[in-house]
């Protein structure tokens, strides 16, 4: 397909890869553990309900980090899928490792970008809830460009999303959080669950990362934003 015909071409990644090396456990993890609880990038879409074997409500985590507050929340929520995507492969082998350890049947695990992985394989009107929890703020004004939360990738999360369905967001950076507030907004088919530029106090099944307490001990503020699928 020319560029001319796609819908939506990522030209500008909002992520880049500066990986650490893997512990022991992490290789194991990656070479053991992501052939029975990972998914590999495809241009084929996926069926849910034959990758969990069941039918349940599905959220779509992008960018899980180390992987602790996903699995946390896929302890604290077995009635729900989780699908998570992260392009660092110290993070992917730490959330195998967690998957393992807690004997974690409603998780699966994604190494790759997680818009090719939303156009490619998500089908549309499937996901109950999209996380962005911490993304890369790119701060520089030269560099917002570079933020994923913009007007072609919200409308990317509508065609994913059921209808009732909801897009959080966090973040520790005030600027990007007025950022994610000004494009949500003027957003097609979404409305802002907590009223016009309002934000909203922490949910409880949002875990607190060992980042964020840092923050808070330093005094940094975190911002969540919750938008729901309205057409």
């Not at 290789?27 to 998914?39: N, Q, S, T």
């Not at 729900?80 to 699966?108: A, D, S």
């Not at 600027?175 to 494009?183: G, L, R, S, T, W």
């Amino acid at each position: 397909m020319s560029e001319t015909t796609t819908p939506f071409i990522r030209r500008i990644r909002s992520f880049v890869k500066r990986e650490g090396r893997l512990t022991t456990g992490q290789e194991r993890a990656l070479k053991e553990l992501f052939p029975l609880f990972g998914i590999t990038l495809e241009d084929k879409e996926l069926n849910l309900s034959d990758v969990f074997q069941r039918t349940a409500p599905t959220v779509f985590e992008i960018g899980f980090g180390n992987g602790t507050s996903l699995a946390e929340m896929a302890m604290n929520n077995p009635q729900q899928n989780y699908i998570g995507v992260e392009v660092h492969r110290p993070g992917v082998g730490n959330l195998l490792l967690q998957i393992e350890k807690y004997n974690l049947t409603n998780l699966r695990v994604i190494n790759d970008d997680a818009v090719e992985v939303l156009q490619q394989m998500i089908p549309d009107e499937s996901l109950d809830a999209v996380y962005l929890f911490f993304a890369d703020p790119w701060h520089k004004k030269r560099h917002h460009k570079r933020r994923i939360v913009q007007q072609e990738f919200t409308q990317l999360l509508r065609k994913k999303l059921k209808n009732g369905g909801i897009f959080h967001m966090a973040t520790d950076w005030e600027n990007y959080a007025e950022h994610m507030m000004d494009v949500m907004t003027d957003a097609e088919g979404f409305e802002n669950t907590a009223g016009k530029n309002q934000y909203i106090p922490k949910p409880g099944y949002r875990p607190v990362t060992k980042f964020e307490q840092r923050g808070h001990k330093l005094g940094h503020g975190v911002w969540d934003l919750i938008f729901k699928k309205v057409g």
